[in-house]
Antibody, heavy 119, light 110 residues
């Protein structure tokens, strides 16, 4: 069974950094496009970033230059390095698998990890 | 303001058919397929429709999708209590060079 488990969320102050992790099981992470999607408390879904082999990473304008997505194939894990965090970055962050190596379409999601940015 | 526009709420009675709309522009729905996600309270989204009209494996055939121009719809027939959830449409947007979500529609089963 495909499983994605996020971790690394927590409470931080504005301007600080946080690194989220997403461990995949049931499939080889390097063989799929991967994504991060977030959801502010009580609000809708917002795409954050996408990565796939042989292509430039894509980022939402709201996080470009502050967030960096990466993966460690040996650990079958995906990461989101978040710097210069803002109050408006407060959300549940989901990692989501793409449909294939080339397709970003989100087919499986993790349970999410909550990031709270507050002074 | 979301790039894709959805009604904030929809409702139907048990057994009824309900439709949720999602409208966009040439740069998104006009050029690319739309996916739909169902989110039950307190849970992660679930993939229920792919590329406008394709049902992912395991999704009941009560769910169907339609597209016309720069608008799409998700229809749920034979409404059941477990269909009560938030529904989101999403499509790639050329102008954003990224994914654009609708604001979500809260479906209530009366």
């Amino acid at each position: 069974d495909v499983q994605l488990v996020e971790s690394g969320g927590g409470l931080v102050k504005p301007g600080q950094s946080l690194r989220l992790s997403c461990v995949a099981s049931g499939f080889t992470l390097s063989s799929f496009a991967m994504n991060w999607v977030r959801q502010p408390p009580g609000k809708g879904l917002e795409w954050v970033a996408s990565i796939r082999n042989g292509d430039t990473d894509r980022y939402a304008n709201s996080v470009k230059g502050r967030f960096t997505m990466s993966r460690d194939n040996a650990k079958n894990s995906l990461y989101l390095q978040m710097n210069s965090l803002r109050v408006e970055d407060t959300a549940v962050y989901y990692c989501a698998r793409g449909l294939s190596e080339s397709q970003f379409d989100f087919d499986h999601w993790g349970q999410g990890t909550l990031v709270t940015v507050s002074s | 303001q979301s790039v894709l526009r959805q009604p904030p709420s929809a409702s139907g009675t048990l057994g009824q058919r309900v439709t949720i709309s999602c409208s966009g522009a040439i740069s998104n729905i006009g050029r690319f397929g739309v996916n739909w996600y169902q989110q039950l309270p307190g849970t992660a989204p679930k993939f229920v429709m792919y590329s406008n009209t394709q049902r992912p494996s395991g999704v009941p055939d009560r769910f169907s999708g339609f597209k016309s121009g720069t608008s799409v719809s998700l229809a749920i027939s034979g409404l059941q209590s477990e269909d009560e959830a938030d529904y989101y449409c999403v499509a790639w947007d050329d102008s954003l060079n990224g994914w654009a979500f609708g604001g979500g529609t809260k479906l209530t089963v009366l």
